[in-house]
């Protein structure tokens, strides 16, 4: 989809963010220190694990705490280094709500808090690619504070996006609001306009035909005029049609191009003129052509999946088990990373859960690294998802180590 690589100079661009957030505890030299932190011994574990699935790992879950796991993948060199290869990391950490659920506490301090997202940000951004995205997943708990967190870390001009996530259809009672919605920052270490360069679009479902048979293949109309906000003089003029009417742009609206820029793209026969030739210009814009559109950033739960429905899949699979709270839906981790990377790249998620970012990776063709602290939520959800997702999506196969 026209994707170009970046050059690797973008990726230490990172001017000083202009405000920081303090916490009780934050650890000043942190944040500073991007450069690759000496090795830590990496005598206690393996990374290579106990193969699971395949012959060889080309994705690793590991059990183990996020801080310590990144700074081992960050140490880890030769075959099984993922530093600076990490294309995609998504992570849904817990969101300080104060609640505790059945498989992991949502309750810390919040300086604690504050202080492990920074610190396995840090390490986590050395990990990415220099055309790597990091998206952060959180409720109004935190997701404020976590902003400033995140300029810190990537750099202000690293803020590509924050999308709005449609959470629940239902609405609840019990409080002043009823929240619908959930918030996932992105950043890009290359910045929102290389990073579009090598993001994916989305498909582009429009209807295309020929009914002209033109040898350039199917296309479709888009109007030719645009909102006049930035318009200069000479996109304000009277277009004469083929068959000789006059049409100045519609009310607030300006053409998109200058009248000498029109005259070029009809003789390219890149414009159609509906009516009988007597409508306003349109832009044909062929199928071949189409590199996909810019995402929205609101994300309604019918394109996606709600955590209802994450939920009720997630018990469809395990009926006599305990139900894992906070599951995310397979529809968002699959748009996610059919956005931010192609297949065989890396994708981290260092608060996996019952899996469903390995899964989605599994399915898509793309490498995976979970890492998760509850053995228990690893023996009962994300082994067996992903023993399941690799048995329907064989790939290199996976291996499961720990700390
Ligand atoms: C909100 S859930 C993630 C849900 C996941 N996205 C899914 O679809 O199932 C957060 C997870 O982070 C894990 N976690 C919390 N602190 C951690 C840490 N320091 N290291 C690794 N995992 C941690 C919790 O055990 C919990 O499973």
Redesign the pocket.
Known sequence: MGRQSLPLSLYDRRPPSSAKLLWAGKNPGVSTSLSPISSPARAKWDLRGQLVRGERAGSLLIH????KALDELLATTGEQSVAGAVKLCYI????NTGERFA??SDRTDRAEWLT?LHDHLVTARQLLAPDGSLWLHLDDSEQHRARCVLDEVFGEDCFVATIVWQKRTTRENRKAFSSMHDYIHVYAPAGPKAWKKVRNGLPDEGAFSNPDDDPRGPWRSIPMSVQAGHATSSQFYSVVTPTGVHHAPPPGRCWAYTADRLAELDAQGRVYWPSGGNGKPRLKRFQSEVTGLAPFTIWPADEVGDTGS?KRSLLSEFPDRQA?D???PLGLLERIIEIATDPGDVVL?????????AVASQRLGRRWVG????LR?IEEFALPRLGAAWDAFPGEGFAFAQI
Do not use: M, N, R
Request: zero cysteines.
């Open positions: 183990g705490d996020a801080g849904d950490p817990p969101y498989h992991y492990a994450a894992f906070t599951p995310k998620d260092y608060y996996l859960g019952s899996g469903t970012t890492i998760e602290q509850s939520t």
